[in-house]
């Protein structure tokens, strides 16, 4: 653990050793719970981070929700019709390695981007089954833009007939992004709790 023994703003060294839980969000996954360690500056109230012990425990507490999240995405592709052959066959990928990622938990980092990008879009295992046929992939943009867009519009039906004044731009984000996980948001500030403090 390093030991902090100066303000960098304002070089006071009358410093308040801090533990903060904080939250950080995972695509599909459980948020990431880290235990982070902060110095306060009695004198100026700056707060100098501690990252030698919090990049090691961040980086802990992702993994381990990167790992949850590789099972769960799974199994919503699963619940969704897709067998684990016939997404490897559609993709063009080795003979079981998408068992083997549910089984081991352990995907490289270019694996991990296409498991999230065929949770989020899983009409690109139909696009793919279908040698990327350009008409078809065309086809199936639109059918799900209008699935989406129904969506939405369905939505701000709901939000005027109740008698909600409705802004269309402001509400485009609302719709977009889950609105219980608000720190999903880009520019959010992810979550943060004193835990104890540390004289």
């Avoid at 919503?76 to 390695?97: H, K």
């Avoid at 046929?133 to 639109?142: D, G, I, K, S």
Wanted: with cysteine; charged share 25%.
């Amino acid at each position: 653990m390093s030991k902090i023994t100066a303000c960098p703003a304002c070089d006071g060294t009358s410093l308040r050793r801090e533990e903060r839980m904080e939250k950080l969000p995972v695509p599909y996954g459980p948020d990431a719970e880290t235990k982070q360690y902060v110095y306060v500056c009695e004198t100026c109230g700056f707060d100098i981070d501690d990252s030698d012990v919090n990049d090691v425990t961040t980086e802990k507490a992702l993994e381990i929700s990167r790992k949850e999240s590789i099972i769960r995405m799974l199994n919503e592709l699963e619940s969704l019709g897709n067998s684990l052959a016939g997404m490897e066959r559609a993709l063009d990928l080795p003979q079981r390695t998408i068992s083997r990622w549910k089984a081991s938990n352990e995907v490289s980092s270019g694996g991990l981007a296409l498991l999230r990008i065929i949770r989020t879009y899983p009409w690109i295992i139909d696009v793919a089954d279908h040698r990327y046929e350009p008409m078809f992939a065309a086809q199936m943009l639109v059918h799900q833009a209008a699935n989406v867009f129904g969506k939405y519009a369905l939505s701000a039906n709901m939000l005027v007939s109740a008698g909600i004044k409705y802004d269309a731009t402001s509400s485009l984000s609302g719709f977009f992004f889950n609105a219980d996980r608000p720190e999903s948001r880009p520019g959010t500030v992810v979550q943060t709790e004193v835990v104890n403090e540390i004289a």
